[in-house]
């Protein structure tokens, strides 16, 4: 059980809402730079004899926030914390889990180590693909599942008749739970990444969706390629009202604006932006427990 909950930069957003639901002391890490853009970091409440649980989301300024919790991390253990723990909402590069070119930085792998400071580490739904279980990253980390906040998030929505698709064969680990929680099937289609910006979506055999609401979801939307390029498909065929769902809502190059020409966008609240519909804090508060 937490004794405190501190919010990093990144997670002020929710980390006040988890302190409630728990109970618990909250603080906020002091977060300054010196005027060379060296990092001051401060613990304004005391967290010595604790089991501190240090909030963070991993967005923005990723590298800058990675500096922050490591110092963050060791400095708790300085202060003589008795476990110091950390909850990723969003945790940052674990979709390079293997070298893809040569030379390559296996980032996804690295970071893990970086972070062996911590006791635990929380991730809200990790981005797993050739590495199946986050125990594979790191026997310290473990996933907080979000997927029935979605289900019950458009179960309240009352969308009648919906087709569910997922984009790609690595987001049917997330819409296979929301549709089973919500006594649906889901069609996953065929995604192929060619670059960062660049992707192909493919639909395999034929499905009638002409004039039916869809129902997008994926865990990621970054450039919003993957969400576009599925909407473009689909228009094809006829739809009628779309909607993109995603945990993580990046929106990396305007994607939320592109978007929302076509979708009804809505994302959890692991990373503040202006569609976070889906509040999770009671869920990683019970994690957490
Ligand atoms: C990767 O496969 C993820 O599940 C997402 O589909 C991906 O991160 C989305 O990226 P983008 O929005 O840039 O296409």
Redo the contacts with the bound molecule.
């Keep these: 059980m937490a004794d405190i909950v501190i919010s990093c930069s990144g997670a002020k957003h929710i980390t006040k809402k988890i302190a409630k639901k728990l109970k618990v002391s909250y603080s906020e890490l002091s977060v300054n730079k010196f005027p060379d853009n060296e990092f001051n970091i401060n613990f304004p409440k005391s967290v010595k004899g604790k089991n501190v649980f240090l909030i963070q989301s991993f967005y923005g300024n990723i590298n800058e926030k990675i500096v922050e919790t490591l110092f963050a991390g060791y400095t708790a253990k300085d202060l003589g914390a008795k476990k110091v723990n950390l909850v990723a909402l969003y945790f940052p590069y674990i979709?390079q889990d293997r070298r893809f070119h040569p030379g390559e930085c296996v980032s996804g792998k690295v970071i893990f180590k970086m972070f062996s400071v911590f006791d635990n580490i929380s991730i809200v739904e990790p981005?797993l693909h050739r590495i199946k279980n986050i125990k594979g990253f790191s026997s310290k980390a473990k996933r907080i599942a979000v997927s029935e906040d979605i289900a019950l998030y458009l179960k309240n929505k009352n969308i009648k008749n919906a087709v569910f698709i997922g984009?790609?064969i690595?987001?049917k680990q997330w819409i296979a739970h929301v549709t089973k929680f919500l006594g649906k099937k889901p069609l996953v289609l065929r995604?192929e990444r060619f670059a960062?910006r660049k992707?192909r979506v493919k639909i395999h055999g034929k499905y009638d969706i002409k004039g039916k609401d869809i129902i997008i979801i994926?865990?990621?939307?970054?450039?919003?390629?993957?969400?576009l390029e599925t909407i473009k498909l689909i228009k094809k065929l006829k739809a009628k009202r779309i909607y993109c769902i995603a945990i993580h809502g990046i929106f990396?190059d305007n994607?939320l604006k592109k978007l929302r020409k076509y979708a009804k966008v809505i994302t959890c609240n692991t990373i503040p932006n202006p569609v976070t519909k889906i509040n999770i804090a009671n869920t990683i508060a019970k994690s957490l427990k």
Excluded at 218 to 227: A, F, K, L, Y
């Design positions: 979709r981005h984009p790609d690595e987001s995604k960062a992707v994926d865990d990621i939307i970054s450039t919003g390629h993957t969400m990396a994607a």
